[in-house]
């Protein structure tokens, strides 16, 4: 079935550059999403790309797409202990002709100041 | 900004009791999304709705759940004898179509099962 996955941690110095990676199967996921979820919170979109695009920059992110290999990764520039938090890819499965989202694992993100 | 709300944050019930998540989609929208996340686990899909039916469900939806729309701005998902394992957070979402590229998540609901 359709996967999503992720590694579970990231650590990083505050003011460094954050990359989390994502892997996915459905190669018929037209879009691709990063969330950000804060402790006791919950899932706040950070950004999108769309299949046909390789890469798609917004502010401090940056989110590049390999769709041959299905690989996903999004870079924070300059972290800031504000961006500690779990991220979650979600891939948009558009099979069964509904389009529900799969996510992954998450990644736990620290910022170490 | 319009956004989806969710009510109550946080709920507690006894093992075998029925309870009701409320949720209130982005008034424009017309499809509508449950999702669950158990503590540490995946964001996990539940079942979709649209023009009063279910689209689809997942095989965690099983005969226990039930989904409702029952006016034009409330969403509930019901879960009728609830057992230790449906303790999740659990999200509502909507979109305004099928092919939007965005469906809005609401905060959640932390359902603790004792």
């Known amino acids: 079935g359709e996967d999503v996955e992720q590694s579970l941690f990231l650590s990083v110095r505050e003011g460094d550059s954050s990359v989390i990676n994502c892997t996915y199967t459905?190669?018929?996921?037209?879009?691709l999403y990063w969330y950000k979820q804060e402790p006791g919170a919950g899932l706040q979109l950070l950004t999108y790309i769309f299949s046909n695009m390789d890469m798609k920059q917004d502010q401090r992110l940056t989110v590049l797409l390999n769709k041959k290999d299905k690989h996903l990764s999004l870079r924070i520039a300059d972290t800031q202990t504000g961006d500690s938090a779990i991220y979650f890819c979600?891939?948009?499965?558009?099979?069964?002709?509904?389009?529900?989202?799969?996510f992954g694992t998450g990644t736990r993100l620290k910022v170490l100041a | 900004e319009p956004e989806v709300t969710q009510t109550p944050s946080h709920q507690v019930t006894q093992m075998g009791q029925e309870v009701i998540l409320r949720c209130v989609p982005i008034?424009?929208?017309?499809?509508f999304y449950w999702y669950r996340q158990i503590l540490g686990q995946k964001v996990e899909f539940l079942v979709s709705f649209y023009n009063n039916e279910i689209s689809e469900k997942s095989e965690i939806f099983d005969d226990q759940f039930s989904v409702e729309r029952p006016d034009g701005s409330n969403f509930t998902l019901k879960i009728r004898s609830t057992k230790l394992e449906d303790s999740a957070m659990y999200f509502c979402a909507s979109s305004d179509g099928a092919y939007s590229y965005e469906q809005y998540f609401g905060p959640g609901t932390r359902l603790t099962v004792t």
């Open positions: 008034s424009n929208h017309l499809y």
């Open positions: 459905d190669s018929s996921s037209t879009y």
């Open positions: 979600a891939a948009k499965s558009t099979t069964s002709g509904t389009y529900k989202y799969i």
